[in-house]
């Protein structure tokens, strides 16, 4: 058992995002059944750990990227056709912190809400200075006193979801 538990210690660090449930969820099956000599209690319990994991994850995931996605939208909200400006989020955990600049396209209205269509770009300080910018096209609209991101495509992988 402390064996089973030095070696997951060790490889935790090593895994990515996407095999942290996985592995997780092994891990406390694993043990489940050793202490219960029971594999059924084992694999239960295995899938619910993975489970639990797995939603914790996707949701930590989705709150880091409305963040983003709620900086960009801000900074559409106080430009005028034509201008632009820098955005840049800074995560409480310092990873995936990204920064870029937003073009204002166009302005949109109509009876529902006011809206503004945008360019934008995500800069996370690998790229190569020499390699062309890529830019992206989001869509922002007022909700209340504040902007919010409005595309169809809130994190999509071609922008690597901001992360």
Not at 80 to 88: A, C, I, N, Q
Not at 141 to 156: F, L, M, T, Y
Request: charged content about 20%; overall charge neutral; glycine content about 12%.
């Amino acid at each position: 058992m402390r064996l089973l538990l030095l070696v997951a210690g060790c490889a935790l660090p090593l895994l990515g995002c996407g095999q942290l449930a996985d592995v997780t969820g092994a891990v406390a099956g694993g043990g489940a059944a050793l202490v219960s000599a029971n594999p059924a209690v084992g694999y239960g319990v295995g899938i619910g750990v993975r489970a639990a994991t797995s939603a914790g994850l996707r949701y930590v995931i989705r709150r880091r990227e409305t963040a983003a996605q709620d900086e960009v939208a801000t900074v559409v909200g106080v430009l005028l056709p034509g201008e632009s400006r820098r955005w840049r989020i800074e995560h409480d955990i310092p990873i995936g912190n990204a920064e870029g600049e937003v073009r204002l396209v166009r302005v949109l209205d109509n009876a529902l809400a006011p809206c503004r269509e945008a360019l934008f770009s995500v800069d996370d300080g690998k790229a190569d200075a020499e390699a062309p910018r890529q830019w992206f096209l989001a869509t922002a609209c007022r909700q209340g006193e504040r902007w919010k991101w409005a595309s169809a495509e809130p994190a999509v992988a071609r922008w690597g979801s901001l992360q």
